[in-house]
């Protein structure tokens, strides 16, 4: 039965919105770990993953990937688009895979780097609007 329901979820397309979701609220708590702020996490809309404000207080539009293939130059350029439609900064953060908690990081104000944190989270953590970073 529960090979049926994942086969399902993962037909529907539900099992890779909850991967990128996982992905999106992983890369949340490597920023605060960080000291930028987060102003929101994308509810499933075609835009950024993430808007986040660095430590500087710049307001910086975040594009998360949780991928095993990596395409660099089309999520750079994603990353790119969609902070100039914000007027942001931009922000790419690629989950590494089989490395909890690693991402490889690159953006306006942020030399490529691998970020690492603590891959196991306190639950209950809330975004500055109030919505749970933790799935």
């Not at 909850?18 to 490597?30: D, F, I, Q, T, V």
């Not at 603590?118 to 933790?134: I, L, Q």
Request: glycine letters at 8%; hydrophobic letters at 40%.
């Amino acid at each position: 039965m529960e090979a049926a329901t994942a086969q399902a979820e993962a037909l529907s397309g539900k099992a890779p919105r909850a991967k990128g979701r996982r992905a999106e609220s992983e890369a949340a708590h490597l920023l605060q770990e960080r000291d930028w702020e987060i102003v929101e996490l994308g509810p499933g809309r075609k835009t950024e993953d993430v808007i986040a404000t660095d430590p500087s207080g710049a307001l910086c539009s975040v594009e998360v990937k949780n991928h095993l293939t990596w395409n660099l130059q089309a999520w750079r350029r994603q990353a790119k688009d969609q902070a100039r439609r914000r007027k942001a900064l931009w922000l790419l953060m690629a989950r590494v895979p089989d490395q909890p908690g690693t991402f490889y990081v690159e953006g306006s104000a942020v030399e490529a780097c691998v970020w690492r944190g603590n891959a196991r989270r306190a639950a209950g953590t809330t975004s500055a609007r109030g919505r749970t970073v933790n799935d």
